[in-house]
Nanobody, 125 residues
């Protein structure tokens, strides 16, 4: 089992910044990557950014590349996502997830076996 606790959301004005945190514990050696997804009201959950658990390789969605930065602490227990220049369209519940399968694809939620509880990010215009 893996436990993920995500935090750091809040209310910010457009152009502002937030830093999200995802703390992992348990059988973390079974994780292939930690990925952030987000879900806005009435929309499907969408891929935001990922970092591989072993090599620290990162990848971003086109909508956040250049504004968001995903990183991992040296102890490899916490993944951070620095979000800069936030816009109202970034408003969503953000979830961190542990990828445990390579069967479906990086951006397919079916590859993710563990999820955090979600943290709300609201960007006002």
């Amino acid at each position: 089992q893996v436990q993920l606790v995500d935090s750091g959301g809040g209310l910010v004005q457009a152009g502002g910044s937030l830093r999200l945190s995802c703390a992992a514990s348990g059988r973390t050696f079974s994780m292939l990557a930690i990925t952030w997804f987000r879900q806005a009201p009435g929309k499907e959950r969408e891929f935001v950014a990922t970092i591989s658990w072993g090599g620290g390789i990162t990848y971003y969605s086109d909508s956040v590349r250049g504004r968001f930065t995903i990183s991992r602490d040296n102890a490899k227990t916490t993944v951070l996502m620095q979000m800069n220049n936030l816009a109202p369209e970034d408003t969503a519940v953000y979830y961190c997830a542990a990828r445990t399968s390579l069967r479906h694809g990086l951006q397919d939620v079916a590859d993710y076996g563990y999820w955090g509880q979600g943290t709300q990010v609201t960007v006002s215009s």
